[in-house]
């Protein structure tokens, strides 16, 4: 019996140093007096309501993508160093320009790069829960920037609740308390660009930016493209300093992310051309969504027969919610990426791979359907 007490004992300081370890650096973070906790308690948006335009069609799943096989080689004018012109839409392809209109959360002289290690919808190796956003890797108290212009709607932090004492129903803007720390959301009109999709009511984009050391604003305050409105830092569940930066269509709520990647600007590449971006979905023969667990794409920037430069791994979005989410309906995606040639292979039913292309400041949604 005395035995058993004493492994008890153990466990519990273990278990002690454990927890210790993981909420190191929580308590440095500073929010000023003056910034209440606020939450967001009207759907009522600030912004006028502009009317939709046209849609352009999404992709229609009823024509299987074409794979690139030696027996069947697919003829593609090598890729030159001017600005191309998408061709119109088809029922496995479609290109969108200027729909890139957030602006990157930190300075373009700091580490303004996506973490590859953490994409959106990944675990990390199912080290941790289901990505609803992308990391920033950057030193505590580096400057976090507005990436467009808009109204914040919440700054403060989510440790217990953000709603007002004794309101119902409980908000978090995480899957639990504390998992943000000290943040701050930011709405957005869409631009007539994006209007072109079809949004269907969901035009309000919302900003957040999570684990702040430090906020600058505060609720209802309007804030310009590029405005500094608080400090990198480690608060709530976060390993190291960085930004966690989240894009919401539609509501201000956790299940509304959407994949940071396709909205916020690429950089320009060494040619001076602005680099693209892929997504895309994958339709098993039931006509589902199907997840990828390993998708590769090889860049070829002088044409098919031309040599890989670089390649890119990506698996299907991790939480099944995140999955077949408008505008874009993708399981996959990858943002800031040269424009050119790139030919896509996953396993599925076999090993399948396929040439897809990429444009100067435009992103290319693809289906590969395998229903038919």
């Not at 808009?150 to 953000?162: L, R």
């Not at 639990?176 to 000290?182: D, E, H, T």
């Not at 408008?326 to 995606?333: L, M, N, T, V």
């Not at 090993?351 to 949604?365: I, M, N, S």
Request: charged content about 15%; some cysteine; hydrophobic content about 35%.
């Amino acid at each position: 019996m005395k035995i058993f007490t004493r492994v008890l004992i153990i466990l519990a300081v273990l278990s002690g140093f454990l927890l210790a370890a993981c909420s190191a650096g929580s308590g440095s973070a500073r929010v000023p007096e003056d910034t209440p906790v606020y939450t967001q308690t009207s759907t009522a948006s600030p912004f006028p309501t502009p009317a939709l335009l046209t849609p352009i069609p999404i992709l229609p799943m009823n024509t299987p993508g074409i794979p690139l096989t030696e027996t069947q080689p697919v003829a593609i004018t090598p890729i030159s160093s001017t600005v191309i012109e998408p061709t119109p839409c088809t029922p496995d392809r479609c290109v969108y320009q200027d729909v890139f209109f957030l602006s990157r959360p930190i300075d373009e002289t700091l580490n303004d790069q996506v973490d590859v290690t953490y994409r959106f919808g990944s675990t990390q190796g199912e080290k941790r829960e289901p990505h609803h956003g992308v990391e920033f890797l950057n030193g505590y108290g580096t400057p976090v920037k507005s990436a467009a212009d808009g109204i914040v709607v919440v700054a403060g932090t989510d440790i217990d609740k953000i709603s007002p004492q004794g309101a119902w129903p409980i908000e978090f803007y995480g899957p639990y308390s504390n998992f943000y720390g000290n943040l701050v959301v930011i709405e957005h009109q869409a631009p007539t660009e994006l209007q072109r999709l079809g949004l269907d009511g969901l035009n309000r984009v919302f900003t957040l930016y999570a684990h702040l050391s430090e906020i600058l604003v505060q609720p209802g305050q309007q804030v310009k493209n590029g405005q500094e409105i608080g400090k990198v830092g480690i608060t709530g569940v976060s390993e190291g300093s960085h930004l966690h930066f989240e894009v919401r269509l539609g509501e201000n709520k956790y299940q509304n992310s959407r994949n940071p990647e396709l909205w916020l600007a690429p950089h320009k590449g060494e040619n001076g051309q602005l680099n693209g971006a892929v997504s895309g979905r994958v339709i098993d023969s039931y006509g589902n969504n199907a997840p990828v667990s390993s998708i590769v794409l090889e860049y070829f920037p002088d044409g098919p027969q031309g040599t890989t430069q670089s390649e890119i791994y990506l698996l299907s979005y991790e939480e099944k919610a995140l999955i077949d989410q408008p505008p874009y309906r993708e399981s996959f995606a990858v943002g800031d990426i040269p424009p050119g040639l790139y030919r896509i292979s996953f396993p599925f039913y076999g090993r399948q791979e396929f040439l897809a292309e990429v444009f100067p400041g435009g992103l290319t949604v693809l289906t590969f359907n395998f229903s038919e």
